[in-house]
């Protein structure tokens, strides 16, 4: 009788999970930063547009986790940087991340190969790792590419660069901007902070805590402006792309095979300079992040 | 003979006498340490904070900038805690102090409120004002005299239940005013209000799960302990050693074992249950609950008298009634306090779970941590706080119960 029972119950279970499995929305999920719930809820706004149910799990946690997440298919959906797909992998060495078309190929491709995810359009826009100074040393000392900071640096000028332990360990960091700049920061001009968030990094230079006058920053980032910080351009191209794009579970998509042409007009839109401004206006103007993509979304005629 | 009738009168009510006529006695010094605490932050530190943007750096107003009728209320209820510290009779001075502290918490909250209103209008749109230290200095002042008074006072549980529900009340109605809107904190808070409501539940959700299982894994834990001792030696260790994790490390060593786990057991999955989110969260807080759990249950049968239930045996008492009669009665205090514990313990601890994606109150916490938004932070902390008040308060009320039946 047990047994009967259990096997019953068993085959309740197993239908229920087939039958939520074909009427499954798509969960969408997000970094817990500023810029994730932004493309996390144009992903929402998008898909609801495009009649496609969809679940919110913005918010998750730390690159990671989100990973983690997607991985394990507790997400089907989050926006992604091509440039942490080198991490992924383990090939940050290689120089492919630093084209912006190559290196969306070869994410798309790796990670289709072994996870069988999809990588869609991405943007046309770039958050990799900057270093950001003050507008008025900028102004004073003309400093406004990195060519010009490693000048700076070499004269022998005080520096002090606030940054995560990852952007000064990692080879695709700081040491890849010494590198192919002709630089060196010493121990003593660095103030390694644990977090790979920039508010603290950019606001220790806006306001000079503990002499520090250059920051570690992304370059979407909306609090540049506000803070009258300045980023340096990295015109030699040291730095990997980061071009952000939605990535989706292959079995999500077989579901919902609209969800790339949906997504893929929104993407587009999202070049450097709306971004900036988009993630201004939350860092900021304190704007509700939801608000901020839908009005986006009526500018650009995405929705009515 | 007017001035000797006051002096009189003025001895009586003071207590002074012969030799310290010159000096009145103090008769309560926590209220004299909170006056004079409160008037040195009232000088030193600033009352808002008032900045271009979210992020900018801002300029600090002291109370005095604040509109006359709140500054003057919240500094005539200051002094009045100076002056009530010198006052002889418990009862009065509750009564009194409970007045002032009231007045105090309303005039640094409406003016809060309606400097910000001022400097906002001021501003431009995106300005921020936020809550000094003066304005969290006076708000804790008037709180803990509040606190202090209601417990000296001897008040009956109806009269704390009024007295708590008067002061939430009056609150909620200025915050429904809108008196509270142009604060950085409030904006913070209607911006994140959608899906506020959503992460505390999925806190209580947390809290709920985990004490649920960690009573379902203790209770054997505990029959375990007290029937072999030899196992207790072992049971406390390993469980001592989990409590020493740090609460990110145990949260992040939890989701590579979950994840394979998921993948092994296709049943999990459909459950929902991954690496990720609420799975191994749950699992990480019932595994801080257990320690405390299992020794505080521990603690509570083991320290009914052997004498106790000898009698009780020899009376005729089966195990049964034994145990419903006498030992859980007498355990009962000791499980409660170690229930306390343990939520007490739990809702804290969970806001860390917002890092592997379980949602919850910490989502907020650590959305203000990497936005550098101090006033999104307190968005997340103080429902936390208060949860953990709440929580303490029932459980006290429980452990009344508990300990009347004895």
Same mark, same amino acid.
């Given at each position: 009788?047990?047994?009967?029972?259990?096997? =019953?119950? @068993?085959?309740?279970?197993?239908?229920?999970?087939?039958?939520?499995?074909?009427?499954?929305?798509?969960?969408?999920?997000?970094?817990?930063?500023?810029?994730?719930?932004?493309? *996390?809820?144009?992903?929402?706004?998008?898909?609801?547009? *495009?009649?496609?149910?969809?679940?919110?799990?913005?918010?998750?946690?730390?690159?990671?986790?989100?990973?983690? %997440?997607?991985?394990?298919?507790?997400?089907?959906?989050?926006?992604?940087?091509?440039?942490?797909?080198?991490?992924?992998?383990?090939?940050?060495?290689?120089?492919?991340?630093?084209?912006?078309?190559? @290196?969306?190929?070869?994410?798309?491709?790796?990670?289709?190969?072994?996870?069988?995810?999809?990588? =869609?359009?991405?943007?046309?826009?770039?958050?990799?790792?900057?270093?950001?100074?003050?507008?008025?040393?900028?102004?004073?000392?003309? =400093?406004?590419?990195?060519?010009?900071?490693?000048?700076?640096?070499?004269?022998?000028?005080?520096?002090?660069?606030?940054?995560?332990?990852?952007?000064?360990?990692?080879?695709?960091?700081?040491?890849?901007?010494?590198?192919?700049?002709?630089?060196?920061?010493?121990?003593?001009?660095?103030?390694?902070?644990?977090? @790979?968030?920039?508010? %603290?990094?950019?606001?220790?230079?806006?306001?000079?805590?503990?002499?520090?006058?250059?920051?570690?920053?992304?370059?979407?980032?909306?609090?540049?402006?506000?803070?009258?910080?300045?980023?340096?351009?990295?015109?030699?191209?040291?730095?990997?792309?980061?071009?952000?794009?939605?990535?989706?579970?292959?079995? &999500?998509?077989?579901?919902?095979?609209?969800? *790339?042409?949906?997504?893929?007009?929104?993407?587009?839109?999202?070049?450097?300079?709306?971004?900036?401004?988009?993630?201004?206006?939350?860092?900021?103007? *304190?704007?509700?992040?939801?608000?901020?993509?839908?009005?986006?979304?009526? &500018?650009?005629?995405?929705?009515? | 003979?007017?001035?000797?009738?006051?002096?009189?009168?003025?001895?009586?009510?003071?207590?002074?006498?012969?030799?310290?006529?010159?000096?009145?006695?103090?008769?309560?010094?926590?209220?004299?340490?909170?006056?004079?605490?409160?008037?040195?932050?009232?000088?030193? #530190?600033?009352?808002?904070?008032?900045?271009? $943007?979210?992020?900018?750096?801002?300029?600090?107003?002291?109370?005095?900038?604040?509109?006359?009728?709140?500054?003057?209320?919240?500094?005539?209820?200051?002094?009045?805690?100076?002056?009530?510290?010198?006052?002889?009779?418990?009862?009065?001075?509750?009564?009194?102090?409970?007045?002032?502290?009231?007045? +105090?918490?309303?005039?640094?909250?409406?003016?809060?409120?309606?400097?910000?209103?001022?400097?906002?209008?001021?501003?431009?749109?995106?300005?921020?004002?936020?809550?000094?230290?003066?304005?969290?200095?006076?708000?804790?002042?008037?709180?803990?005299?509040?606190?202090?008074?209601?417990?000296?006072?001897?008040?009956?549980?109806?009269?704390?239940?009024?007295?708590?529900?008067?002061?939430?009340?009056?609150?909620?109605?200025?915050?429904?005013? #809108?008196?509270?809107?142009?604060?950085? !904190?409030?904006?913070?808070?209607? $911006?994140?209000?959608?899906?506020?409501?959503?992460?505390?539940?999925?806190?209580?959700?947390?809290?709920?799960?985990?004490?649920?299982?960690?009573?379902?894994?203790?209770?054997?834990?505990?029959?375990?302990?007290?029937?072999?001792?030899?196992?207790?030696?072992?049971?406390?260790?390993?469980?001592?050693?989990?409590?020493?994790?740090?609460? +990110?490390?145990?949260?992040?060593?939890?989701?590579?074992?979950?994840?394979? !786990?998921?993948?092994?057991?296709?049943?999990?999955?459909?459950?929902?249950?991954?690496?990720?989110?609420?799975?191994?969260?749950?699992?990480?807080?019932?595994?801080?609950?257990?320690?405390?759990?299992?020794?505080?249950?521990?603690? #509570?049968?083991?320290?009914?008298?052997?004498?106790?239930?000898?009698?009780?045996?020899?009376?005729?008492?089966?195990?049964?009634?034994?145990?419903?009669?006498?030992?859980?009665?007498?355990? !009962?205090?000791?499980?409660?306090?170690?229930?306390?514990?343990?939520?007490?313990?739990?809702?804290?601890?969970?806001?860390?779970?917002?890092?592997? #994606?379980?949602?919850?109150?910490?989502?907020?916490?650590?959305?203000?941590?990497?936005?550098?938004?101090?006033?999104?932070?307190?968005?997340?902390?103080?429902?936390?706080?208060?949860?953990?008040?709440?929580?303490?308060?029932?459980?006290?009320?429980?452990?009344?119960?508990?300990?009347? $039946?004895?």
């Amino acid at each position: 009788m047990p047994t009967r029972r259990l096997f =019953l119950a @068993g085959v309740a279970a197993s239908t229920l999970a087939r039958a939520s499995a074909e009427a499954r929305p798509v969960i969408v999920g997000s970094k817990l930063d500023l810029e994730g719930g932004l493309l *996390g809820h144009m992903m929402l706004l998008a898909l609801a547009e *495009g009649k496609i149910a969809t679940e919110s799990r913005l918010g998750i946690g730390p690159t990671s986790i989100l990973r983690a %997440a997607l991985l394990s298919g507790a997400i089907d959906l989050c926006p992604e940087y091509t440039g942490n797909a080198a991490f992924f992998f383990h090939e940050d060495g290689d120089p492919v991340w630093k084209d912006a078309a190559a @290196g969306y190929a070869r994410a798309a491709k790796l990670d289709y190969a072994r996870n069988r995810l999809v990588w =869609l359009t991405p943007a046309p826009a770039d958050n990799s790792w900057v270093i950001a100074v003050p507008e008025s040393l900028a102004r004073i000392q003309n =400093l406004r590419t990195m060519v010009d900071f490693a000048r700076f640096v070499r004269d022998g000028n005080k520096v002090k660069l606030a940054a995560s332990a990852e952007f000064v360990e990692s080879a695709a960091g700081l040491p890849a901007f010494e590198t192919l700049y002709g630089f060196r920061l010493a121990a003593r001009q660095l103030l390694v902070l644990s977090g @790979g968030e920039t508010s %603290a990094t950019m606001k220790a230079a806006a306001d000079g805590i503990s002499g520090v006058n250059a920051a570690m920053a992304y370059a979407t980032d909306g609090a540049l402006k506000a803070l009258d910080l300045h980023a340096l351009e990295d015109t030699l191209r040291a730095e990997p792309v980061y071009a952000p794009a939605p990535v989706v579970r292959e079995a &999500a998509l077989a579901s919902y095979p609209k969800i *790339g042409d949906i997504l893929s007009p929104v993407f587009a839109r999202l070049d450097l300079a709306s971004l900036r401004d988009l993630n201004e206006r939350v860092a900021v103007e *304190g704007e509700d992040s939801g608000t901020v993509a839908k009005e986006f979304f009526r &500018a650009r005629g995405l929705i009515r | 003979m007017r001035a000797g009738l006051f002096d009189k009168r003025f001895a009586l009510v003071f207590g002074s006498n012969a030799e310290t006529a010159s000096m009145p006695k103090v008769h309560d010094r926590i209220l004299l340490g909170l006056f004079s605490l409160g008037l040195v932050v009232i000088f030193s #530190g600033g009352f808002l904070n008032c900045a271009p $943007n979210r992020l900018a750096t801002g300029v600090a107003y002291p109370l005095s900038q604040a509109p006359a009728l709140e500054t003057a209320a919240a500094m005539i209820g200051l002094c009045g805690l100076a002056f009530l510290s010198l006052a002889q009779g418990q009862k009065l001075r509750s009564f009194a102090t409970i007045l002032v502290a009231a007045l +105090i918490l309303w005039g640094s909250l409406a003016g809060a409120g309606r400097l910000a209103a001022i400097l906002m209008q001021a501003g431009p749109p995106a300005t921020r004002a936020s809550l000094g230290p003066a304005f969290w200095t006076l708000a804790s002042v008037a709180i803990l005299a509040l606190v202090d008074a209601v417990q000296r006072g001897n008040f009956s549980f109806p009269a704390r239940a009024c007295i708590g529900a008067a002061f939430c009340a009056s609150f909620l109605l200025m915050a429904a005013t #809108g008196a509270f809107d142009s604060l950085s !904190l409030a904006r913070e808070f209607l $911006n994140n209000r959608g899906v506020f409501v959503n992460e505390l539940l999925h806190h209580l959700g947390l809290v709920c799960a985990a004490i649920f299982f960690a009573l379902m894994i203790g209770v054997p834990l505990t029959v375990l302990v007290l029937r072999k001792k030899a196992a207790g030696g072992f049971v406390f260790a390993s469980l001592g050693i989990l409590q020493t994790i740090p609460s +990110i490390a145990l949260f992040g060593v939890l989701i590579a074992p979950m994840s394979r !786990l998921s993948e092994l057991l296709p049943l999990l999955r459909s459950l929902g249950i991954n690496g990720t989110g609420p799975a191994p969260a749950v699992l990480a807080l019932t595994l801080y609950s257990l320690l405390p759990l299992v020794r505080s249950f521990y603690t #509570g049968f083991s320290e009914v008298a052997m004498e106790v239930k000898d009698a009780a045996a020899a009376i005729g008492f089966g195990w049964r009634r034994l145990f419903i009669v006498v030992e859980l009665p007498l355990a !009962l205090p000791a499980l409660v306090s170690g229930l306390r514990v343990v939520t007490i313990q739990a809702i804290g601890l969970a806001s860390v779970a917002a890092l592997i #994606g379980a949602g919850g109150l910490g989502t907020f916490i650590f959305q203000g941590i990497g936005q550098y938004a101090l006033d999104l932070v307190l968005v997340g902390a103080i429902p936390v706080i208060l949860l953990a008040l709440l929580a303490n308060f029932i459980f006290e009320m429980l452990l009344g119960l508990a300990r009347r $039946n004895l």
